[in-house]
């Protein structure tokens, strides 16, 4: 049955007028509720383009939430599947004990991949994790006439006083945001200046847009000078950078485990020895001819695997594309692995992470929500991710030292 057999005549009514053009699928919820917009939406698309939408007509989320907070045009929703990887041992400062990853994919092979590094991780005692530094940033661009308004303008930004009052400005507009550090950027006439924020659980990118519009009217009022745009692309937001890569954006964590040599032998068929030489040549080396940013095998894979199963924002994929995996021999024979993320950018409040069943997920991590501690539910998810990126490291890498990558895909993923 299609769409628009399952109308009443009041919803008939209105897809005509759709379909006359009186209507627009956007204005369509001035006539009706968003699961009805929804359904109206697809009835018209089923008739204009002669297809059929049932599947994606299948969600169980909250209609009304979704399309206020995280949609606009809803007509359904698309499946991925998910799957789990695990348990994991992790001992970070706020991921402690065993998890069981969510991974949402549909390459055959990551999932069975990311389990096979978490089991040898989690035999050899675990992955250690720690948060290095935690600044989510936004960087608006300033335009000034002349070199010497330019070098004013920086030198004020640089006062302890102006950082003050900035502080006080952004904060007021967030009860969790806080702004941490201002630092500005210089190329001819031009200032950005890269405000870093703590977002406590928040990934941040809503409350410090708002925290630093906040900021550039202070600006304008102080200094005359209004703002070209308020993200002038040194945030950086969503694009690969070397900034984000050298300073960070939200969470920079490192993972380490040390791989017995026999484990690596019984679990990952191959030697400690294969394991670095293959490493350092393709993720070292290769990854340096290639002019990479990110010097790892496959870690966005985990990264969007993760977010996409947390409600993350899936275009942080980007940033968390920029790791550097290392595997260096032990004196003892073990291999020491770790993957160092500059930029894990995630929340467990705000964004995709409310709707059912990316808080499941959550749930299964136990970090779903505001933590007890304001923030520390959001750092536990950094380290869970960074520990699930090392997983997936070492079982890629050990596939491609054993000589087993395509074998592996041919059997699970085609
Ligand atoms: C596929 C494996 C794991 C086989 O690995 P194996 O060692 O031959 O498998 P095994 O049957 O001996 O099992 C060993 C362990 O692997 C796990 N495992 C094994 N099978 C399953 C399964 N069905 N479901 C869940 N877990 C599984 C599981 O943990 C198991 O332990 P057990 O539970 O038996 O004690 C291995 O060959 C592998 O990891 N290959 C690499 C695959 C991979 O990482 N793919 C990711 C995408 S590649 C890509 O997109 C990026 C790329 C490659 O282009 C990037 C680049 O340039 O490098
Ligand atoms: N605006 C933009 O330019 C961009 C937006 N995005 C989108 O932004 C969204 C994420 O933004 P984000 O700001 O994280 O989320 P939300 O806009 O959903 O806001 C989260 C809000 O939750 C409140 N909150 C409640 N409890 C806590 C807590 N424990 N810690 C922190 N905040 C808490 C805060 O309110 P309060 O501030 O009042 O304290 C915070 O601002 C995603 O949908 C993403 O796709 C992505 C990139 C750019």
New binding site residues.
Partial sequence: MSTTDKLTADEKALLEKMISGEVSLRKIEEYADKDGSAKLRRAYLEANKNISLDHVSTYTFDTETVAKKNIENLIGAVQIPLGVAGEITIKGDYAKGNYYLPLATT?G?????V??G??IITKSGGATVRVFKNQMTRAPVFKFNSLEETKDFYDWVLLPETFDKMKKTADATTRFGELLEVQPFVSGNNVHLRLGFDTKDAMGMNMITIASEAITKLIADEKGVPCVSLSGNMCTDKKPTAINAILGRGKTVVAEARLKASFVQE???CTPESMFDANYR?NLLGSMRAGALGFN??AA?IVAAIFLACGQDPAHVVEGSLCITEMDLADNGDLICSVTMPAVEVGTVGGGTSIATQQECLKLLGVAGAGAVPGENALALSEIVTAAVLA?EI??V???AAG??A???A??GR
């Fill in positions: 390459e092979a990551l999932v069975a991949s389990n096979r978490c089991s679990t990952l068929k393709k095998a496959h894979n997936g079982s890629l050990a596939a491609q087993h990558l074998r592996a895909h059997q699970l």
